[in-house]
């Protein structure tokens, strides 16, 4: 965070990649900040005056006026915060998104036979250490 309160600056981690295998892009981060219609969008994007992508791996959140609550916000169960992939993001991503989400996450719901269920299965590349 800049002095003034202004800037929000973030380096992804290398080597981070998506469930399909693509690497996380700080294009994937604007996009998914940008197609966010979440129950807290309009609080978040009325404060964000622009999201700039620096490099692959840096972007910049930009704020109207300094905003303490910005980290609250888009890191928390909003959903503000989580990252699609961009380049798959189509009509035919989001049909098969519904059978297999793709995340920089721990797990990956899968294809489950009830309608009303979720299942999750480990998914090996995680950035972290592998789930227990």
Request: charged fraction near 30%; glycine fraction near 6%; charge should be positive.
């Amino acid at each position: 965070m800049s002095r003034d309160g202004l800037v929000y600056e973030f380096v992804l981690r290398k080597g981070v990649r998506f469930h399909n295998g693509e690497p996380v892009t700080a294009e994937d981060v604007k996009f998914s900040f940008d197609r966010y219609r979440g129950t807290s969008a309009r609080a978040l994007k009325e404060q964000v005056a622009a999201v700039e992508v620096v490099d692959a791996q840096r972007i910049l959140f930009r704020l109207k006026r300094p905003w303490p609550d910005f980290l609250t916000f888009y890191s928390s169960t909003t959903g503000a915060g989580w990252i699609v992939p961009r380049n798959t993001w189509n009509r035919s991503a989001r049909r098969a998104s519904r059978r297999r989400r793709s995340a920089p996450a721990p797990t990956a719901s899968c294809p489950s036979r009830r309608a009303w269920s979720w299942v999750f299965e480990a998914f090996e590349g995680y950035w972290r250490k592998t789930r227990a």
